[in-house]
């Protein structure tokens, strides 16, 4: 299995701190948000890993070479500022159309996280990753299973709806297996043709009852995206103990 990273967009909401920075290059401890990520694929044997770059893309590519660019492949999103990541999604997988897991590069996760991410027994399977209940404070992706943990909802939603109170918080990671590779690819190309607009979800969402799949609750560890500078601090504060703790045995 290999991994794609979407890292092209400006981080809009944020430009206090992304004017000059890409949003994945925002530091977090010793490294970058996405600097981590890529450093825990590896230490959970993903080596195989594609990045797609957009805004300040230099930067990004520094950074790749700066943690050792084998096994990275760089993919330009020249229509960034058009997109809101199908288009990023759907240049990835037209170099290569083989099962991934897909990391938006605004999550950060534990790395216990990725015990139950990188699931590799189950490569003819797809899930989605969600980090609990969806709360009234929360916006944004949201996934419904039915009893025997399949999906069978997925909205992106703009507020809190006591008719979502049954719904996960979805989070910024899926996986998509064999055996739905080639339909969500083909329905994915199709959507990007029709429009930039819109989320890679979309594709799953209109067709959802032609797609298997289950969903994965990391709840009970840390994980988390951003998209505001208070979220972005909030994170900072959240694993600000596991980094010192691997700093300080990094030291000793």
Request: charged share 25%; proline share 2%.
């Amino acid at each position: 299995m290999r991994a794609i990273i979407l890292a092209a967009g400006q981080g809009k909401r944020m430009l206090s701190l992304t004017k000059d920075l890409p949003k994945c290059l925002l530091p977090l401890g010793d490294s970058t948000i996405l600097g981590r990520l890529i450093s825990q694929l590896r230490k959970f044997d993903v080596n195989d890993i594609s990045v797609v770059v957009g805004y300040k893309k230099e930067q990004v590519i520094e950074e790749i070479a700066r943690l050792g660019s084998c096994g990275v492949t760089i993919i330009d999103n020249e229509r960034y500022t058009e997109d809101i990541n199908i288009l990023s999604l759907s240049l990835a997988l037209q170099k290569d159309s083989s099962p991934f897991y897909l990391f938006e590069a605004d999550c950060i996760f534990e790395d216990k996280c990725f015990e139950l991410i990188i699931d590799l027994d189950y490569r003819d399977k797809s899930a989605w990753y969600t980090i609990g209940d969806f709360t009234s404070d929360q916006s944004g992706g949201i996934i419904k299973t039915n009893e025997f943990n399949e999906v069978i909802d997925i909205k992106i939603v703009d507020a809190y709806k006591n008719e979502y109170k049954t719904y996960k918080k979805m989070i910024g990671a899926l996986k998509i297996g064999e055996n739905q590779i080639q339909l969500y690819a083909d329905y994915l190309f199709k959507a990007c043709n029709n429009s930039l607009r819109q989320y890679y979800h979309m594709p799953w969402i209109e067709h959802i009852n032609e797609f298997e799949s289950y969903l994965c609750d990391i709840g009970h560890l840390k994980a988390m995206s951003f998209n505001t500078v208070e979220d972005y601090y909030e994170a900072r504060k959240i694993f600000s103990n596991e980094i010192s703790q691997h700093q300080s045995i990094e030291t000793y």
